[in-house]
């Protein structure tokens, strides 16, 4: 348990930072940063990290890096100030790259 949250720790971290760095691309920086989780978790689980390293990097770093809850918030953030289109593409590209990195990940291993 230490370990996730040691992980989850520097993957809040890391997400801050970057999502500080990107704040202009608003909310592409979401996108980014759950684009780039998605493929380190595919690529990750190919690897089959031993239980310690999973827990540590797969669940506690990338667990907090990664954020649907932002996702979501965006989601409807944008819905609110009725800009639909951007919702839209935002909610597709999303889901549909999260799976398709995850997949690229997975597959590069």
């Given at each position: 348990m230490i370990i996730v949250g040691i992980g989850g720790f520097?993957?809040?971290?890391?997400?801050?930072?970057?999502?500080?760095?990107?704040?202009h691309t608003y909310p592409w920086a979401t996108f980014l940063?759950?684009?780039t989780g998605s493929f380190a978790l595919g690529f990750l689980f190919a690897l089959q990290l031993s239980d310690?390293?999973?827990?540590?990097?797969?669940?506690?770093?990338?667990?907090?890096?990664t954020t649907f809850s932002t996702f979501g918030f965006e989601c409807?953030?944008?819905?609110?100030?009725?800009?639909?289109r951007q919702a839209i593409v935002y909610l597709f590209t999303t889901v549909l790259f999260g799976i398709l990195f995850a997949a690229l990940g997975f597959l590069l291993v």
């Open positions: 520097l993957g809040a971290l890391a997400r801050f930072y970057l999502g500080k760095w990107l704040v940063i759950n684009i310690w390293l999973w827990h540590f990097i797969g669940i506690g770093f990338l667990g907090a890096y409807l953030q944008l819905l609110e100030q009725k800009k639909w």
